[in-house]
């Protein structure tokens, strides 16, 4: 099956607005994709998986730098932020991107949870190498799930497409378990509270600005949740929050759907004024200079 390269701007563009809503998406990944998201830190609001065919690379996940190689597949979900740095000018992959709608469509809470072991073990594992069988088996369900997408005029494509998903997942779940390659220790304490505090931001970043909420639906105080984020990732949970706002604003910035006031608002601050203060501290300029740029 042929896979067109227009998938990938699609998917870049939608990833731009955040419009995925009950979105599914397969694509092929290539190095004369990089420069469109080379050090790029993207949050991931579902799931992302690249399943590397030839060539090499290196890439961020939750600020930790990890090395690809042909066989690796890379297993991105809600709440990571990952970054390419680099890749080998024949580095090829083929990734499947399903948003948190279609998989909420896709899997009871019991089967997510239950049978699909990449949770809280893969914010600290997020790379696994495969056999070569192993990838010829994904590669397989990844381009038969693009085959149901393109059949639009099949009277059951979504339950197809569903099914086909869930037998991908079954077959993942599968080789991850049964793979003598995956990291199989336990998480920290520290990785889970470090895993909740990913959700919820990606939830809730554009009303809540305080340490403290995120701390409190985690049952810990906000300076504990500070010394855990600074330690596993280099950075404060303030900066985590205010660089999400000010990537959103940026955004929302350059779409003319939205006057200043508008995006103050939608970001939750308690005026133009503090957004127009908020906005210039990080850019330099004003959000009407950056509006004009």
Do not use: W
């Not at 995925?20 to 004369?32: G, H, Q, R």
């Not at 009871?108 to 010829?136: E, T």
Request: contains cysteine; aromatic residues 12%; charged residues 25%.
């Amino acid at each position: 099956m042929k896979l067109n390269d227009d998938d990938f701007e699609v998917f870049l563009e939608r990833l731009s607005y955040n419009d995925f809503e009950a979105y599914i998406n397969v694509f092929p990944f290539k190095s004369v994709h990089a420069n469109k998201l080379v050090n790029s830190n993207v949050i991931l609001k579902s799931t992302l998986f690249i399943l590397v065919l030839n060539g090499s690379g290196v890439i961020d996940v939750n600020f930790r730098q990890y090395e690809l190689k042909a066989q690796d597949i890379v297993l991105l979900s809600f709440g990571h932020f990952f970054k390419i740095k680099a890749l080998s000018e024949d580095f090829t992959a083929l990734a499947l991107y399903v948003s948190k709608d279609y998989v909420d469509q896709m899997f009871s809470a019991d089967m997510m949870y239950k049978r699909v072991k990449y949770g809280v073990q893969m914010f600290s594992n997020p790379v696994i190498n495969l056999s070569k069988p192993s990838v010829i088996r994904l590669k397989s369900r990844i381009t038969f799930i693009k085959g149901l997408l393109n059949d639009t005029s099949h009277s059951y494509q979504n339950e197809m497409v569903l099914n086909a998903l869930r037998i991908y997942f079954l077959d993942l779940s599968h080789l991850l378990e049964t793979s003598n390659k995956m990291v199989n220790r336990k998480p920290s304490n520290d990785e889970i509270y470090l895993k909740k505090f990913l959700e919820l931001l990606v939830l809730h970043y554009k009303e809540q600005h305080l340490v403290e909420f995120y701390a409190s639906k985690i049952n810990i105080t906000g300076h504990h949740l500070t010394l855990i984020i600074k330690r596993l990732c280099g950075e404060t949970v303030s900066e985590f929050i205010f660089q999400l706002i000010f990537a959103e604003a940026k955004i929302m910035l350059k779409s003319p759907k939205m006057t200043i006031h508008q995006i103050a608002d939608e970001l939750h601050f308690s005026d133009q004024s503090a957004f127009g203060k908020f906005f210039k501290r990080r850019s330099g300029v004003s959000p009407k200079e950056f509006r004009n740029l």
